[in-house]
Protein backbone atom coordinates (compact mmCIF):
# COMPACT_ATOMS: atom_id res chain seq x y z
CA UNK A 1 0.00 0.00 0.00
CA UNK A 2 2.81 2.19 0.69
CA UNK A 3 4.57 1.55 -2.45
CA UNK A 4 1.29 2.63 -4.18
CA UNK A 5 0.93 6.17 -2.58
CA UNK A 6 4.71 6.42 -2.96
CA UNK A 7 4.03 5.82 -7.15
CA UNK A 8 1.22 7.80 -7.42
CA UNK A 9 2.84 11.04 -5.37
CA UNK A 10 5.53 10.75 -8.02
CA UNK A 11 3.71 10.72 -10.31
CA UNK A 12 1.82 13.93 -9.30
CA UNK A 13 5.25 15.43 -8.59
CA UNK A 14 6.30 13.95 -12.29
CA UNK A 15 2.97 16.08 -13.87
CA UNK A 16 4.09 19.16 -11.80
CA UNK A 17 7.48 19.56 -13.03
CA UNK A 18 6.01 19.64 -16.90
CA UNK A 19 3.53 22.44 -16.08
CA UNK A 20 5.87 24.80 -15.31
CA UNK A 21 4.98 27.07 -18.89
CA UNK A 22 1.06 27.56 -19.35
CA UNK A 23 -0.31 28.06 -22.92
CA UNK A 24 -3.46 30.37 -23.19
CA UNK A 25 -6.22 28.93 -25.64
CA UNK A 26 -8.44 31.39 -27.52
CA UNK A 27 -10.40 32.08 -24.41
CA UNK A 28 -7.36 33.27 -22.80
CA UNK A 29 -7.82 29.81 -20.07
CA UNK A 30 -4.99 28.00 -19.29
CA UNK A 31 -5.08 25.20 -21.80
CA UNK A 32 -2.83 22.97 -19.23
CA UNK A 33 -6.57 22.94 -17.97
CA UNK A 34 -9.87 22.99 -19.74
CA UNK A 35 -10.87 21.09 -23.12
CA UNK A 36 -12.62 23.54 -25.50
CA UNK A 37 -16.80 23.69 -24.50
CA UNK A 38 -18.76 20.76 -26.43
CA UNK A 39 -15.43 18.57 -27.20
CA UNK A 40 -15.61 14.78 -26.62
CA UNK A 41 -12.62 13.16 -24.83
CA UNK A 42 -11.62 9.92 -25.31
CA UNK A 43 -9.27 7.84 -22.81
CA UNK A 44 -7.42 5.02 -21.67
CA UNK A 45 -5.79 3.98 -18.47
CA UNK A 46 -4.33 1.71 -16.44
CA UNK A 47 -6.03 1.12 -12.69
CA UNK A 48 -4.88 -0.52 -9.60
CA UNK A 49 -7.89 -2.43 -7.39
CA UNK A 50 -6.53 -1.74 -3.97
CA UNK A 51 -8.79 -4.84 -3.09
CA UNK A 52 -7.98 -7.28 -5.21
CA UNK A 53 -4.28 -5.95 -5.70
CA UNK A 54 -4.67 -6.29 -9.00
CA UNK A 55 -4.03 -3.80 -12.23
CA UNK A 56 -6.48 -3.99 -15.09
CA UNK A 57 -7.70 -1.64 -18.01
CA UNK A 58 -9.71 1.61 -18.33
CA UNK A 59 -11.26 3.40 -20.57
CA UNK A 60 -13.50 6.27 -20.81
CA UNK A 61 -15.46 8.66 -23.13
CA UNK A 62 -16.21 12.57 -21.46
CA UNK A 63 -18.27 15.21 -23.15
CA UNK A 64 -17.32 18.20 -21.91
CA UNK A 65 -20.30 20.37 -21.10
CA UNK A 66 -18.07 23.55 -20.34
CA UNK A 67 -14.60 24.44 -20.00
CA UNK A 68 -14.24 22.98 -16.50
CA UNK A 69 -17.21 20.58 -16.08
CA UNK A 70 -17.41 17.26 -17.86
CA UNK A 71 -19.42 13.71 -17.69
CA UNK A 72 -19.27 10.27 -19.28
CA UNK A 73 -19.14 6.31 -18.73
CA UNK A 74 -16.02 4.44 -17.75
CA UNK A 75 -15.40 0.95 -18.30
CA UNK A 76 -12.55 -0.55 -15.70
CA UNK A 77 -12.06 -4.67 -16.25
CA UNK A 78 -9.62 -6.50 -13.86
CA UNK A 79 -8.60 -10.29 -13.33
CA UNK A 80 -6.36 -11.36 -10.60
CA UNK A 81 -6.08 -14.49 -11.68
CA UNK A 82 -9.01 -15.72 -9.58
CA UNK A 83 -11.62 -13.31 -9.98
CA UNK A 84 -12.99 -10.79 -12.46
CA UNK A 85 -14.19 -7.89 -11.97
CA UNK A 86 -16.05 -5.30 -14.24
CA UNK A 87 -16.83 -1.95 -13.19
CA UNK A 88 -18.96 0.69 -15.12
CA UNK A 89 -19.03 3.96 -13.67
CA UNK A 90 -20.90 7.33 -15.37
CA UNK A 91 -19.15 10.36 -13.33
CA UNK A 92 -18.87 14.04 -13.73
CA UNK A 93 -15.94 16.47 -12.98
CA UNK A 94 -15.23 20.17 -12.12
CA UNK A 95 -11.64 21.24 -12.95
CA UNK A 96 -10.15 23.47 -10.52
CA UNK A 97 -7.55 25.60 -12.65
CA UNK A 98 -4.01 25.62 -10.39
CA UNK A 99 -0.85 27.10 -12.06
CA UNK A 100 0.26 24.01 -13.03
CA UNK A 101 -2.50 21.26 -13.63
CA UNK A 102 -6.48 20.77 -13.47
CA UNK A 103 -7.43 19.48 -9.99
CA UNK A 104 -11.10 17.74 -9.67
CA UNK A 105 -13.60 15.85 -8.00
CA UNK A 106 -15.02 13.08 -9.68
CA UNK A 107 -18.71 11.98 -8.37
CA UNK A 108 -20.89 8.90 -9.84
CA UNK A 109 -22.72 6.12 -9.82
CA UNK A 110 -21.13 2.52 -9.95
CA UNK A 111 -22.03 -0.82 -11.39
CA UNK A 112 -19.95 -3.48 -10.97
CA UNK A 113 -19.80 -7.56 -11.00
CA UNK A 114 -17.52 -9.65 -9.30
CA UNK A 115 -16.61 -13.33 -10.84
CA UNK A 116 -15.37 -16.14 -9.15
CA UNK A 117 -14.87 -20.01 -9.38
CA UNK A 118 -17.69 -20.48 -7.31
CA UNK A 119 -19.45 -16.83 -7.20
CA UNK A 120 -20.97 -14.37 -9.35
CA UNK A 121 -21.69 -10.58 -7.23
CA UNK A 122 -23.22 -7.75 -8.88
CA UNK A 123 -24.08 -4.44 -7.03
CA UNK A 124 -25.15 -0.69 -7.45
CA UNK A 125 -23.13 2.04 -5.61
CA UNK A 126 -21.52 5.26 -5.93
CA UNK A 127 -18.23 6.47 -6.55
CA UNK A 128 -16.02 9.52 -5.47
CA UNK A 129 -12.90 10.70 -5.34
CA UNK A 130 -10.52 13.47 -6.86
CA UNK A 131 -7.36 13.58 -9.02
CA UNK A 132 -5.67 15.65 -11.50
CA UNK A 133 -4.57 15.96 -14.99
CA UNK A 134 -2.26 17.99 -17.48
CA UNK A 135 -3.09 18.99 -21.00
CA UNK A 136 -0.18 19.59 -24.18
CA UNK A 137 -2.85 20.39 -26.43
CA UNK A 138 -5.23 17.69 -27.51
CA UNK A 139 -3.18 15.21 -25.31
CA UNK A 140 -3.86 14.81 -21.52
CA UNK A 141 -2.28 12.92 -18.75
CA UNK A 142 -4.40 12.20 -15.54
CA UNK A 143 -4.15 10.56 -12.56
CA UNK A 144 -7.03 10.12 -9.91
CA UNK A 145 -8.02 8.09 -7.37
CA UNK A 146 -11.71 6.74 -6.91
CA UNK A 147 -13.23 4.78 -4.16
CA UNK A 148 -16.62 2.69 -4.59
CA UNK A 149 -19.04 2.59 -2.04
CA UNK A 150 -21.34 -0.39 -2.47
CA UNK A 151 -21.67 -4.01 -1.51
CA UNK A 152 -18.86 -4.96 -3.31
CA UNK A 153 -16.37 -1.49 -2.32
CA UNK A 154 -13.11 -1.24 -3.65
CA UNK A 155 -10.75 1.85 -4.03
CA UNK A 156 -8.79 2.39 -7.59
CA UNK A 157 -5.76 4.51 -8.59
CA UNK A 158 -5.47 5.27 -12.09
CA UNK A 159 -3.12 6.73 -14.69
CA UNK A 160 -3.58 7.63 -18.06
CA UNK A 161 -4.03 9.84 -20.88
CA UNK A 162 -6.97 11.67 -22.71
CA UNK A 163 -7.10 12.48 -25.96
CA UNK A 164 -9.42 15.34 -27.40
CA UNK A 165 -11.22 14.35 -30.54
CA UNK A 166 -13.51 17.75 -31.39
Given amino acids: ?38 SVSIGLGIPYSIKFQSVGVNARVYYNL ?18 EVVDFDIVGHY ?36 GVHRNFGKIALFGEYAHVESALNDDFVTIGLFFNVK
Wanted: glycine fraction near 10%; charge should be negative.
Fill in 95 to 130: IFETPWMGVFPLAGVNYTIEKGEYHTEEALGVVFGA
Fill in 66 to 83: GDASCFGPEFSYFNNGHE
Fill in 1 to 38: MKNLYFIFTMMLISISVFTQETKKNEEGKGSHCYFKKN
